[in-house]
């Protein structure tokens, strides 16, 4: 893979990717709704928008481990301790690097992208990998399934 290339991926401005564009509620949405409009639109995460501002962030994983128990309430509100109050952001002026960064330390898969307190949209890894997969086509299709693995003798007939 050309160094160049990938270097000049790693250290572009968020700015410069398609952003994915949220799904805005009220912290006061029933569970329920939320699932629902995450559903609907194939969406990972919904963000919940209070005075106009980034209030919190309800995600797939919040579901998973928040909401599995028997006797969960779908009607009871997202801040009810489900919404996860003042996430992480990102500037859409930092590089992917740093964005991947993020992501890796805290175990994120989706990053609200906030400019001055306003929402420009979500950078999720997945798209992340697809843009390098845009980027590098003959390199990401060529690889090996498992690019370290060492055959002892070779295969076939």
Known sequence: MDRSRLSRFVNQPLQELPLEEPVFVSPSTPVRAAVALMRDGSR????????GRLAGIFTERDVLTKCMEDGFDWNQPLD???LTRNPRTVDPARTVGEAVAIMQQHH???LPVVEDGRIAGLIRLGDLLTHLAEA??????????????????????
Request: hydrophobic share 30%; net charge negative.
């Open 108 to 110: 994120y898969r989706t």
């Open 80 to 82: 009810a301790g489900l």
């Open 44 to 51: 990972s995460c919904v963000l919940a928008v209070e005075g």
């Open 136 to 157: 590098y086509p003959e390199e990401v299709l060529n690889l090996p399934p498992r690019p370290h693995q060492v055959m002892e003798r070779p295969e076939g007939g």
